[in-house]
C-alpha cells in the first residue's frame, strides 16, 4: 500500500494540493506520495512555531525532560513499525535499523533531556564591591531544522532534542527522498503531548521550500545537515540576513591512515565498516585509504576479501550486511564515479564491473556492490570529491609527514580514520590531521558529550553537549550587588 505522507502543522495533519513520488530502493516501486509544499506551507508553519515559542521557551527544564522522556518511550514502543519503515524506506538493513537507529533517535531524547536538567551556569564573584555575576542562557527563537537522508529519523531527531529541551520551537524539513520515519514521528509527538506549535515538519523539495524557511524573518536559527554544495546555498540566502545562526554539518572525503605496525587481522571488520557501512553513505565514512607501502598487499588482499564476504541483498533479508542505495538519482552519480574510474586507468579490484551480482537481487533496485580501486593520484576526482557510496580508493604512502600533507589536501575536513600501535604516532598524527573527528584502531565511536563538527568545507558550528545547547540559547550574564 502507497503511503500517503501529510505536512504536520500546529499539532494538525495538513494535506497538500500536489505531492511527490517516493521509491522503495530495493525493488523501484513507488512508497510514498510526499507533500510538494510551498510558501503557503512554510509560512503557516513557521507562525505556528513562532506563537508556541512565546509559552514553550517559557516552560521549565523539568517539563520539558518529562515531554523528551515520554517521546523516547513512544519511540521505544514502536521500534518495529520504525525500523521496518526506515529500511523500506532508505534501504538499509533492518538489522541496522532495529539494533541502532532507531534506538539512537530514542536515545538523543533522552540524552538531552537528561542534559537540560544538569545543567550548569557559571558565576563569579568580585568581594571587594561585594557582587556576584552568574549566567543564565534564554532560548533563542524560531529554528529551522533540515535533515538529510541517509540516516533519516537518527539526524532529525538529533537536531529536535536539543533544540526543544532548550525552549525553542522548530520548523522541520525532512529529504523528499526518506519522508516515512518523520512522518511517524508526528503521531509520536502527539502521543507524547507535546504542545501545538513546538515542532511542526514540512515536507518537499530543498530547491523549491529550502530558501522560503532559511530566509523567513522569523527564522533566528538554522541547522542543516547535508551536501556541502546546499550548505553554500544556505550561506548566501542568509547573506543579507547575518544575525541567523547557522550550523552547518556538511560533506566528507574522509582519510583513513594504515602505518606498518597497524594490526590488519584485528581491526580489517572495522576498517571495512568505515568503508561500507549503510552503502557508504555515512558523512564520516573513510572514502580514501593510505596505507603504508610494506603493508598495501596484505591490506587489499583483507579488504578486498571483507568486501567480498558481504552480502548485498534485500533490507529484509536476515543475511543482509549492505542494502541499495537511497535512490535512482544517487545510483547514477556513484556508478559514473566507477565508470570514470575505468575510464582513468584505475583498478577496480572488486565490486561493480569486475564482479556478478547475486542473481536474486531485484533488477529495479538500486544496488552497487563494495567496490576497491587503486592506482590513482591523488588529485584524481575519486580522491578529491565525495562519492557517498560503498566505494573506497587505496594509494600507499612512505612516511608519516607526507602521509598527513596528503591527507589533508582535500577541502573537506569532517572525520579520519588512524590505524597504529605507536601510541606517540596516534596523539602526534590525530593532533596533525584538519578533521573535526578522528577514530583511532576503531570507527563510529561516539559519545554525545563530544563536539561534532568539521573543518574547511565539512561545516560551521559543533553539535552535540553543551555546543547544542549554546547554538540554541542566547547567553546573558546578570550581576547583583550585595552591599
Not at 500546529?10 to 506520495?33: H, I, M
Not at 518523520?182 to 501545538?196: N, S, T, Y
Not at 594504515?258 to 587481522?265: I, S
Not at 590513482?376 to 560503498?390: A, K, W, Y
Request: glycine share 6%; charged share 20%.
Amino acid at each position: 500500500m502507497v503511503v500517503e505522507i501529510s505536512n504536520f502543522i500546529n499539532n494538525v495533519f495538513v494535506p497538500t494540493s500536489t505531492r511527490l513520488e517516493s521509491f522503495d530502493p530495493s525493488n523501484g516501486q513507488l512508497l510514498c506520495y510526499v507533500p510538494d509544499s510551498d510558501k503557503k506551507e512554510c509560512d503557516i508553519a513557521v507562525e505556528a512555531a513562532a506563537q508556541a515559542f512565546k509559552s514553550w521557551s517559557l516552560t521549565s527544564h523539568l517539563e520539558r525532560a518529562k515531554i523528551l522522556n515520554r517521546i523516547a518511550d513512544e519511540i521505544e514502543k514502536n521500534i518495529d513499525e520504525l525500523a521496518k519503515a526506515e529500511s523500506q524506506d532508505q534501504g538499509k538493513p533492518l538489522s541496522v535499523s532495529t539494533n541502532f537507529e532507531i534506538p539512537r533517535a530514542a536515545y538523543n531524547f533522552r540524552f538531552f533531556a537528561a542534559a537540560i536538567l544538569n545543567h550548569k551556569n557559571e558565576s563569579t564573584e568580585l568581594q571587594h564591591l561585594k557582587s556576584f555575576n552568574y549566567t543564565t542562557e534564554v532560548p533563542s527563537g524560531v529554528a529551522v531544522l533540515i535533515s538529510p537522508w541517509n540516516l533519516p529519523l537518527y539526524l532529525l531527531t538529533w537536531k529536535i532534542a536539543p533544540c526543544i529541551a532548550s525552549g525553542c520551537t522548530c520548523v522541520c524539513k525532512p529529504s523528499e527522498f526518506t519522508s516515512l520515519t518523520a512522518f511517524m514521528l508526528c503521531d509520536i509527538l502527539l502521543k507524547a503531548g507535546l504542545p501545538p506549535g513546538v515542532v511542526n515538519i514540512v515536507f518537499g523539495l530543498g530547491s523549491k521550500i529550502g530558501n522560503e524557511l532559511v530566509t523567513h524573518p522569523e527564522i533566528k536559527l538554522i541547522s542543516f545537515t547535508g551536501g556541502t554544495v546546499t550548505g553554500n546555498i544556505i550561506r548566501q540566502a542568509t547573506s543579507k540576513q547575518p544575525f541567523k545562526r547557522l550550523s552547518l554539518e556538511l560533506g566528507g572525503k574522509n582519510p583513513g591512515i594504515v602505518f606498518q605496525d597497524a594490526d590488519l587481522n584485528k581491526h580489517i571488520k572495522a576498517i571495512g565498516n568505515s568503508c561500507f557501512q549503510n552503502s557508504g553513505q555515512i558523512c564520516l565514512c573513510s572514502s580514501r585509504y593510505y596505507v603504508h607501502v610494506s603493508r598495501i598487499k596484505e591490506f587489499l588482499d583483507l579488504l578486498v576479501n571483507y568486501a567480498r564476504s558481504l552480502v548485498v541483498g534485500s533490507p529484509f533479508d536476515s543475511k543482509t550486511n549492505m542494502g541499495p542505495v537511497v535512490s535512482r538519482q544517487h545510483y547514477d552519480k556513484v556508478m559514473s564515479y566507477i565508470n570514470q574510474a575505468a575510464k582513468l586507468g584505475c583498478q577496480i579490484l572488486c565490486g561493480e564491473t569486475v564482479d556478478e551480482k547475486p542473481a536474486e537481487l531485484n533488477s529495479n533496485g538500486y544496488y552497487i556492490l563494495p567496490t576497491v580501486i587503486t592506482n590513482l593520484e591523488d588529485s584524481s576526482p575519486l580522491m578529491q570529491e565525495e562519492i557517498f557510496g560503498p566505494v573506497v580508493c587505496v594509494t600507499t604512502f612512505h612516511e608519516e609527514d607526507e602521509v598527513i600533507e596528503r591527507a589533508n589536501n582535500n577541502r573537506y575536513g569532517l572525520a579520519a580514520t588512524v590505524w597504529t600501535k605507536d601510541v606517540g604516532q596516534a596523539h602526534r598524527v590525530s593532533r596533525a590531521l584538519l578533521a573535526g573527528t578522528t577514530w583511532v584502531n576503531c570507527f563510529l565511536i561516539r559519545d554525545l558529550n563530544m563536539p561534532f563538527g568539521g573543518f574547511k568545507e565539512s561545516g560551521t558550528g559543533r553539535e552535540g553537549y553543551p555546543y547544542s545547547f549554546e547554538f540554541f540559547t542566547e547567553k546573558k550574564t546578570i550581576c547583583i550587588n550585595y552591599a
